[in-house]
Structures are given as structure tokens and as C-alpha cells.
């Protein structure tokens, strides 16, 4: 397709788990964002690659969240430790450039049990 | 910490009414996006107003920015039930896509 792609859309997982999320932007799109989305709430920005790099990672709420995106394309969402409170809605978007449209995935619901 | 408070939170009227959605902050921002959410999937971007007392329409929704670019505010003239969402302001600094969200508002729009 040729929009943003997040797998997987669901993933339960145990607390004290690792879990992975996938982001796979629109070809050619440089710039790529991760945001999470609680129930009844907005989004809210995590992380912003540049190309390989991480931008900005202000977003980030602590040391168990980590994103990589080594080749400029694909990013993933590392969470360490699953806590109960990391259940929400993982979006990624990702635009041409950093001050152009963003288009954001359908995101991944993650569930901590 | 940049915070926008969207009203109402939710939004319930009857097919060809009309309504305003608020998106109010005391922060300045450079510019402010308009999403409109559907379940299951992420925002769709509807608009984005960067000068202040800025004035957008797309079709039935005229989209204003605020003189000071605190806020904004989404006008929706005869809604139709294909309106119904979830609708989110964003702002923006330097950065257009580092967007502070609001809370957003749910409109369902009944036949």
C-alpha cells in the first residue's frame, strides 16, 4: 500500500515483557514520528527521526522506550519492561520532509496485562 | 509545557445542524493543525493555519486562527452524519510535525 504501515495493529503482552512495534513509512518519506495515544486523550509525541538519526526524543517518558530507524526507512518501537500504564495507541506518520505533511499510520494498540 | 484545551469534549447533534469546536491554549504556536480521527485508524489531516486571523474553509468546515495564534476554532455548517469522528487540534513550534494534541472532541452527527 502506500500509506504508512504499523504492525502489528494489536499486541497484548504480560507485564515485564519486551515488545516491538513496526513502523514502515511511505517510500521516500525522510522524516518519521512516533506518537502514543491513550484512551480519550490526543496524541502525544514520543520521538522524531531525521533520516537515521533521532531528531529530537524529548518524548520519550523513560529509559525502557528506545526507537531506531538504522536504515532511514523502517523504524521500530523497543519498550522494555511493560508496565500496565504503557497500554495505548502507537502511532507512527511520517512526512517528505520535516516541515511538510505528516501521515500518520493506523497505529498499534498495545495492551499490558 | 504547551498545553491546548479542546471544547466541547463531545458533541451530539442532529443532521444539518451546525457547530463550533474550540481549541484554546496560552501558548503561541506557529501553526495549528485540524485531524479529524475515525475508530481504528490515526488523524487525518484536514487543514493547517499558520498566520494569525487566518481564515480557511474546505467545503462545509471554515477553520479560524486566532489574531494572537493561541487559538483556533473548527466551524461546521450543516453537519451530516458522515462528519461524525473525532476531531484534534494540534500546534505546532519550529518543528511543524512535533505537535502538541488536544484532548479532541467527538461529534456524532445523527440522521
Known amino acids: 500500500g502506500a500509506g504508512v504501515s504499523q504492525t502489528p495493529s494489536n499486541k497484548v503482552t504480560e507485564k515485564g515483557k519486551y515488545v516491538e512495534l513496526r513502523c514502515d513509512p511511505i517510500?521516500?518519506?525522510?522524516?518519521l514520528y512516533w506518537y502514543r495515544q491513550s484512551l480519550g486523550q490526543g496524541p502525544e509525541f514520543l520521538i522524531y527521526?531525521?533520516?537515521?538519526?533521532?531528531?529530537?526524543d524529548s518524548g520519550l517518558p523513560n529509559d525502557r522506550f528506545f526507537a531506531v530507524r538504522p536504515e532511514g526507512s523502517v523504524s521500530t518501537l523497543k519498550i522494555q519492561r511493560t508496565e500496565r500504564g504503557d497500554s495505548a495507541v502507537y502511532l507512527c506518520?511520517?512526512?517528505?520532509?520535516?516541515?511538510?505533511?505528516?501521515?500518520f499510520g493506523q497505529g498499534t494498540r498495545l495492551t499490558v496485562v | 509545557t504547551q498545553l491546548l484545551e479542546q471544547s466541547p469534549q463531545f458533541l451530539s447533534i442532529q443532521e444539518g445542524e451546525n457547530l463550533t469546536v474550540y481549541c484554546n491554549s496560552s501558548?503561541?504556536?506557529?501553526?495549528l493543525q485540524w485531524y479529524r480521527q475515525e475508530p481504528g485508524e490515526g488523524p487525518v489531516l484536514l487543514v493547517t493555519?499558520?498566520?494569525?486571523?487566518e481564515v480557511k474553509k474546505l467545503k462545509r468546515l471554515t477553520f479560524q486562527f486566532g489574531d494572537a495564534r493561541k487559538d483556533s476554532s473548527l466551524h461546521i455548517t450543516a453537519a451530516q452524519p458522515g462528519d461524525t469522528g473525532l476531531y484534534l487540534c494540534?500546534?505546532?513550534?519550529?518543528?511543524?510535525?512535533?505537535?502538541?494534541f488536544g484532548a479532541g472532541t467527538i461529534l456524532r452527527v445523527k440522521s
Open positions: 501558548s503561541v504556536f506557529s501553526s
Open positions: 527521526f531525521q533520516g537515521t538519526g533521532a531528531a529530537d
Open positions: 494540534a500546534g505546532a513550534g519550529q518543528e511543524l510535525n512535533k505537535l502538541v
Open positions: 493555519v499558520v498566520t494569525g486571523g
Open positions: 506518520a511520517s512526512s517528505l520532509w520535516w516541515n511538510t505533511e505528516a501521515f
Open positions: 517510500s521516500g518519506h525522510t522524516a
